[in-house]
């Protein structure tokens, strides 16, 4: 069972988790880590000056019963490393969190897991399929994890709550903190149904440098890492280089190479990640059966050539990312009221939407 | 003994008389002026007794006394500078009292006693041709201006030398540079643009309803060329407008050089650094601001979501009442101020959203970027207008458009069917019609009906977003001939519909 102590030194600032496992197996636990004599800190591995500065500032400040009351009020659990319960998969990490916060439950050890992760300011495109493929993910009774960010993470939570499945959040910040702002709905429901877990104390405001520390985890807790949009040099690739690290299959969502957001996949597939061509060889390639994969491909192409003359013109000029009315003036040739006309029977059909007045984009 | 010089004054955009009396008589030396004047005015005591002395008259030795009636009116300008001149000329026996009568003087003097040119001749000409004066004298600068009109006898003088030649006899006008009627420098045409079809289709859809319109687009791409080609389109001045137009521009002191009325609509584009002021008019001596220059004629924003907020808010009161009303500590006066608003703006701050793939904003970019936006102004836009990015070669390059003229036809033509629908309301055109009366002037025919409804849901229209569609296929069919409004109308007015904040937060509509 996690104590007081643990958590003291959990809170320790600027001690992670390598620190702290060094400490453990220096002290053997937090408690005599708490009492130890200033000048035997000096022999603990990976200590530097400043760090043993502010153990012994913390050790004089921190009130260990209030603070560990303070979890229960902040509705937080806690599970230490090496404890029943204890996700198995984070143990494999070298430097795996000496105490996990949650709040809701923890993923269940026996079903399958599979991280979703992605741009922020991803596409329409992406944001498309991250919902299907995480929907279709769900329903065949694979776990999303995911970090809760806008964007791609948003949408693999969206898609696997509608899917009817399971998703679980990572953060970069106390699980009390619902981090970004405007997440504030789909946090509650994950809280409330599913769990949001993270490394980091209660009341831990978010920082630049922890997110590669929460991406690491995300892919420890998944089978197989899926990365759907990515800018070069963007946080998702930090994710599927850890699960590279960890052995952990990458899928990454190929797109047109002139797109700024499939240059990171495109890249990763370049390296050796599986592309995904569509969800039903996704869910084969993760060996998971799949109730209903959504539509991923060309499983509408029946139902195009159904399509009246204009709208099918239409249609094929558009794109998956949305162009304008102009631009498809001039595409088609139209006028505009057909135009506009064509435009109207494709959204009716599902086939099309408008995603800002007056730029279209293509569904399927 | 008193004299008495007859002038005027500019309250508004009008000419006002005032009488300027001298009183020369015997007391302590002094020079005195009465009249609720403004500080300029006031000045004018300095101005004129050193230009006198420097034209050769001494002042007497004496009390003089200058008085500006009627007395209730705050007078402000250097207008009144030549008046009171010949004014105290005329007290001293210089000038015969009957040389002034049927006769205004307006001139601003400097040092060495020459007249200076004044702003607002133009109301003052009318003014005192409206009341029958016979003639009138105008700094020579200002002749052309005062010879605008007609029907008044323009006697234009270089100093205060020449008025006294003039009214003593002893001058002869000269005649008037030959000035060759200076044409107008030819309008930018429409034709000069290639491409974008939708953009000059809603300018053209705009100026027939009188709409005013948002462009949404990235910087570069014509946004402003369209703008300036705007009043090509819109049917020429009548008579009234372009006394309305003329006065303004000559209070503002814009006039100098204009040989003839002009038909030309005018064009405003006043850049986001504009003052409350510039915007709105007023200052010590009042002159009309953006919004009245722009009077029956197009006032353009380019970069709307640079512009202050309150500099925005003095749009608001003029859209609704065709006139802005500045309040001052000595009373109010009005400036009409009827104008087609355009406004030009990036969808965000790089230009490119919802291009995910070209705009790396992030949301909270988009919120700060929103927050500039000014919802009363976009509200009263009943047409948006997505503009693509195109490079200038591409924009104005050989192949020939339609021309201003083609299109002008056609926005003539509606708008005299919406003048003839309208005769006995007290509107003149669609993008008027208020909420109440769109279901009687906006007929639909079934298939439109349904057409629209479906709209409504799939569109995720507002009720504001509904009526401006209406309002905007009502000038399409127009624009064709047609009575009722059908499905094509109605498909096209789709097109151009407005946009609202909400448009731009895909994520919080029923999405994730
Ligand atoms: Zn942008």
């Given at each position: 069972?996690a104590?007081?102590?643990?958590?003291?030194l959990?809170?320790?600032?600027?001690?992670?988790?390598?620190?702290?496992?060094?400490?453990?197996?220096?002290?053997?636990?937090a408690?005599?880590?708490f009492?130890?004599?200033?000048?035997?800190?000096?022999?603990?591995?990976?200590?530097?000056?400043?760090?043993?500065?502010?153990?012994?500032?913390?050790?004089?400040?921190?009130?260990?019963?209030?603070?560990?009351?303070?979890?229960a009020?902040?509705?937080?659990?806690?599970?230490?490393?090496?404890?029943?319960?204890?996700?198995?998969?984070?143990?494999?990490?070298?430097?795996?969190?000496?105490?996990?916060?949650?709040?809701?439950?923890?993923?269940?050890?026996?079903?399958?897991?599979?991280?979703?992760?992605?741009?922020?300011?991803?596409?329409?495109?992406?944001?498309?399929m991250?919902?299907?493929?995480?929907?279709?993910?769900?329903?065949?009774?694979?776990?999303?994890?995911?970090?809760?960010?806008?964007?791609?993470?948003?949408?693999?939570?969206?898609g696997?709550?509608?899917?009817?499945?399971?998703?679980?959040?990572?953060?970069?910040?106390?699980?009390?903190?619902?981090?970004?702002?405007?997440?504030?709905?789909?946090?509650?429901?994950?809280?409330?149904?599913?769990?949001?877990?993270?490394?980091?104390?209660?009341?831990?405001?978010?920082e630049?440098?922890?997110?590669?520390?929460?991406?690491?985890?995300?892919?420890?807790?998944?089978?197989?890492?899926?990365?759907?949009?990515?800018?070069?040099?963007?946080?998702?690739?930090?994710?599927?280089?850890?699960?590279?690290?960890?052995?952990?299959?990458?899928?990454?969502?190929?797109?047109?190479?002139?797109?700024?957001?499939?240059?990171?996949?495109?890249?990763?597939?370049?390296?050796?990640?599986?592309?995904?061509?569509?969800?039903?060889e996704?869910?084969t390639?993760?060996k998971?059966?799949?109730?209903?994969?959504?539509?991923?491909?060309?499983t509408?192409?029946?139902?195009?050539?159904?399509?009246?003359?204009?709208?099918?013109?239409?249609y094929?000029?558009?794109?998956?990312?949305?162009?304008?009315l102009?631009?498809?003036?001039?595409?088609?040739?139209?006028?505009?009221?057909?135009?506009?006309?064509?435009?109207?029977?494709?959204?009716?059909?599902?086939?099309?939407?408008?995603?800002?007045?007056?730029?279209?984009?293509?569904?399927y | 003994?008193?004299?008495?010089?007859?002038?005027?004054?500019i309250?508004g955009?009008?000419?006002l008389?005032?009488?300027?009396?001298?009183?020369?008589?015997?007391?302590?030396?002094?020079?005195?002026?009465?009249?609720?004047?403004?500080?300029?005015?006031?000045?004018?005591?300095?101005?004129?007794?050193?230009a006198?002395?420097?034209?050769?008259?001494?002042?007497?030795?004496?009390?003089?006394?200058?008085?500006?009636?009627?007395?209730?009116?705050?007078?402000?300008?250097?207008?009144?500078?030549?008046?009171?001149?010949?004014?105290?000329?005329?007290?001293?026996?210089?000038?015969p009292?009957?040389?002034?009568?049927?006769?205004?003087?307006?001139g601003?003097?400097?040092?060495?006693?020459?007249?200076?040119?004044?702003?607002?001749?133009?109301?003052?000409?009318?003014?005192?041709?409206e009341?029958?004066i016979?003639?009138?004298?105008?700094?020579?600068?200002?002749?052309?201006?005062?010879?605008?009109?007609?029907g008044?006898?323009?006697?234009?003088?270089?100093?205060?030398?020449?008025?006294?030649?003039?009214?003593?006899?002893?001058?002869?006008?000269?005649?008037?540079?030959a000035?060759?009627?200076?044409?107008?420098?030819?309008?930018?045409?429409?034709?000069?643009?290639?491409?974008?079809?939708?953009?000059?289709?809603?300018?053209?859809?705009?100026?027939?309803?009188?709409?005013?319109?948002?462009?949404?687009g990235?910087?570069?791409?014509?946004?402003?060329?369209?703008?300036?080609?705007?009043?090509?389109?819109?049917?020429e001045?009548?008579?009234?407008?372009?006394?309305?137009?003329?006065?303004i521009?000559?209070v503002?002191?814009?006039?100098?050089?204009?040989?003839?009325?002009?038909?030309?609509?005018?064009?405003?584009?006043?850049?986001?650094?504009?003052?409350?002021?510039?915007?709105?008019?007023?200052?010590?001596?009042?002159?009309?601001?953006?919004?009245?220059?722009?009077?029956?004629?197009v006032?353009?924003?380019?970069?709307?979501?640079?512009?202050?907020?309150?500099?925005?808010?003095?749009?608001?009161?003029?859209?609704?009442?065709?006139?802005?009303?500045?309040?001052?500590?000595?009373?109010?006066?009005?400036?009409?101020?009827?104008?087609?608003?355009?406004?030009?703006?990036?969808?965000?701050?790089?230009?490119?959203?919802?291009?995910?793939?070209?705009?790396?904003?992030?949301?909270?970019?988009?919120d700060?970027?929103l927050g500039?936006?000014?919802?009363?102004?976009?509200?009263?836009?009943d047409?948006?207008?997505?503009?693509?990015?195109?490079?200038?070669?591409?924009?104005?390059?050989?192949?020939?458009?339609?021309?201003?003229?083609?299109?002008?036809?056609?926005?003539?033509?509606?708008?005299?069917?919406?003048?003839?629908?309208?005769?006995?309301?007290?509107?003149?055109?669609?993008?008027?019609?208020?909420?109440?009366?769109?279901?009687?002037?906006?007929?639909?025919?079934?298939?439109?009906?349904d057409?629209?409804?479906?709209?409504?849901?799939?569109?995720?229209?507002?009720?504001?977003?509904?009526?401006?569609?209406?309002k905007?296929?009502?000038?399409?069919?127009?624009?064709?001939?047609?009575?009722?409004?059908?499905?094509?109308?109605?498909?096209?007015?789709?097109?151009?519909?407005?946009?609202?904040?909400r448009?731009?937060?895909?994520?919080?509509?029923?999405?994730?």
């Amino acid at each position: 069972m996690a104590n007081p102590y643990d958590l003291w030194l959990a809170s320790v600032p600027g001690i992670g988790q390598r620190k702290i496992a060094s400490i453990i197996s220096a002290c053997g636990t937090a408690r005599e880590c708490f009492y130890l004599k200033e000048e035997a800190l000096r022999y603990i591995p990976l200590l530097r000056e400043d760090d043993m500065q502010r153990i012994v500032e913390s050790r004089r400040t921190w009130d260990l019963e209030r603070q560990w009351e303070a979890l229960a009020k902040r509705n937080v659990s806690v599970i230490r490393k090496g404890e029943a319960g204890y996700p198995s998969r984070l143990l494999s990490l070298f430097d795996a969190p000496h105490l996990l916060f949650f709040r809701g439950k923890l993923p269940a050890e026996e079903q399958r897991a599979v991280a979703m992760v992605g741009a922020r300011e991803c596409t329409e495109y992406g944001r498309d399929m991250a919902k299907r493929i995480a929907g279709a993910l769900a329903a065949a009774g694979v776990i999303v994890i995911s970090g809760m960010a806008r964007g791609i993470d948003a949408a693999s939570h969206a898609g696997a709550i509608a899917g009817g499945g399971e998703t679980y959040a990572l953060l970069g910040c106390g699980p009390d903190i619902c981090y970004p702002r405007s997440g504030r709905q789909l946090y509650e429901t994950l809280v409330s149904r599913f769990g949001v877990l993270s490394e980091f104390a209660p009341g831990t405001p978010p920082e630049k440098g922890f997110f590669p520390a929460r991406n690491r985890l995300i892919s420890a807790l998944s089978d197989a890492v899926l990365v759907i949009e990515a800018r070069a040099r963007s946080g998702s690739l930090i994710t599927a280089d850890f699960a590279l690290e960890q052995g952990k299959d990458v899928y990454a969502l190929p797109g047109r190479i002139t797109d700024a957001l499939s240059y990171g996949t495109n890249q990763l597939i370049r390296q050796g990640a599986y592309p995904i061509v569509s969800v039903e060889e996704l869910l084969t390639d993760l060996k998971v059966k799949g109730v209903h994969a959504g539509n991923a491909g060309n499983t509408k192409e029946p139902c195009l050539r159904a399509l009246p003359a204009t709208e099918r013109t239409v249609y094929e000029a558009l794109e998956i990312l949305p162009k304008g009315l102009e631009e498809l003036l001039e595409k088609t040739d139209l006028s505009i009221p057909a135009l506009s006309a064509a435009l109207d029977g494709l959204i009716k059909k599902h086939l099309a939407e408008e995603g800002f007045p007056g730029a279209y984009r293509r569904l399927y | 003994m008193v004299s008495e010089v007859q002038s005027a004054a500019i309250y508004g955009i009008d000419g006002l008389p005032i009488r300027v009396e001298a009183d020369v008589s015997e007391g302590m030396p002094m020079f005195q002026m009465v009249g609720y004047l403004s500080s300029e005015v006031r000045e004018a005591r300095e101005r004129v007794s050193t230009a006198l002395r420097n034209s050769g008259f001494a002042l007497p030795v004496k009390r003089i006394t200058v008085n500006l009636y009627p007395a209730d009116i705050r007078k402000s300008g250097t207008g009144f500078d030549l008046p009171v001149a010949l004014a105290i000329l005329s007290a001293t026996g210089v000038i015969p009292p009957d040389a002034f009568w049927d006769t205004f003087v307006i001139g601003e003097v400097n040092l060495q006693g020459n007249v200076c040119p004044i702003p607002g001749v133009l109301p003052i000409v009318a003014k005192a041709a409206e009341l029958q004066i016979k003639r009138i004298l105008v700094p020579a600068q200002n002749r052309v201006e005062a010879e605008l009109l007609g029907g008044i006898e323009v006697i234009p003088v270089e100093s205060i030398n020449g008025a006294v030649d003039y009214l003593t006899g002893d001058y002869e006008i000269p005649p008037r540079e030959a000035q060759g009627e200076a044409k107008e420098a030819s309008a930018p045409d429409f034709a000069e643009i290639k491409g974008q079809k939708l953009l000059k289709r809603a300018c053209e859809i705009a100026c027939a309803g009188m709409h005013n319109l948002l462009m949404i687009g990235p910087p570069g791409a014509g946004k402003s060329m369209a703008a300036k080609r705007l009043p090509s389109i819109l049917p020429e001045m009548d008579r009234k407008e372009q006394m309305e137009t003329s006065k303004i521009q000559s209070v503002a002191g814009l006039l100098t050089g204009a040989t003839a009325l002009s038909k030309r609509r005018p064009f405003r584009s006043p850049n986001h650094t504009a003052t409350l002021q510039g915007m709105a008019g007023g200052g010590t001596i009042p002159r009309p601001g953006e919004i009245s220059l722009a009077h029956n004629g197009v006032l353009f924003l380019d970069e709307l979501t640079e512009f202050s907020p309150q500099v925005l808010e003095v749009l608001r009161q003029p859209m609704e009442d065709h006139e802005i009303t500045i309040a001052r500590a000595n009373g109010s006066y009005r400036y009409p101020a009827k104008f087609m608003l355009v406004a030009a703006m990036n969808p965000c701050q790089c230009g490119y959203y919802p291009d995910r793939n070209k705009c790396r904003c992030t949301r909270r970019q988009l919120d700060r970027f929103l927050g500039k936006i000014s919802e009363p102004v976009i509200d009263r836009m009943d047409l948006a207008v997505g503009i693509k990015a195109v490079a200038f070669e591409e924009l104005s390059g050989e192949s020939k458009g339609e021309s201003s003229a083609a299109i002008r036809r056609r926005v003539e033509e509606a708008q005299s069917i919406q003048r003839a629908r309208y005769r006995g309301e007290a509107f003149r055109f669609n993008s008027a019609l208020p909420a109440g009366l769109i279901k009687q002037y906006v007929p639909l025919d079934a298939a439109a009906r349904d057409y629209l409804e479906e709209v409504f849901f799939r569109r995720n229209l507002t009720a504001r977003g509904y009526h401006k569609i209406l309002k905007v296929a009502r000038t399409i069919a127009d624009l064709s001939g047609k009575d009722r409004i059908d499905e094509t109308c109605l498909a096209e007015a789709v097109c151009y519909r407005g946009v609202e904040k909400r448009d731009w937060e895909p994520e919080e509509r029923n999405r994730d």
